[in-house]
Nanobody, 123 residues
Framework: QVQLVESGGGLVQAGGSLRLSCAAS????????MGWLRQAPGQERDFVAV????????YYADSVKDRFTISRDNTKITVYLQMNSLKPEDTAVYYC????????????????WGQGTQVSVSS
């Protein structure tokens, strides 16, 4: 089992920045690929970014490429999502997720999920 706890959400003006954190725990936590997904009100959950267990491969949704950066610190078993140049359409609940296998794709299939953290961007 892997447990995930997100933090760092909040309210920010358009053009601003936020950094989300996801602390993972569990026997195999450091060996999992980790992803961020988001769900806006009334919409399906969408893929945002994914990183492999070693941190040397990442993949992003086109909508966030060049604005968001996913990274991880395996000494702390924590994954980060640095979000810059935020737009109102980035408003959503952001979820951290983990799975055993990594692929550079926008798959939303993950084994473990956090509870989510709200990000709101005002215009």
């Amino acid at each position: 089992q892997v447990q995930l706890v997100e933090s760092g959400g909040g309210l920010v003006q358009a053009g601003g920045s936020l950094r989300l954190s996801c602390a993972a725990s569990g026997r195999t936590a450091s060996k999992n690929a980790m992803g961020w997904l988001r769900q806006a009100p009334g919409q399906e959950r969408d893929f945002v970014a994914v990183i492999n267990w070693s941190g040397d491969s990442t993949y992003y949704a086109d909508s966030v490429k060049d604005r968001f950066t996913i990274s991880r610190d395996n000494t702390k078993i924590t994954v980060y999502l640095q979000m810059n140049s935020l737009k109102p359409e980035d408003t959503a609940v952001y979820y951290c997720a983990a799975r055993g296998g990594y692929e550079r794709s926008g798959s939303s299939t993950y084994e473990y999920w956090g509870q989510g953290t709200q990000v709101s961007v005002s215009s």
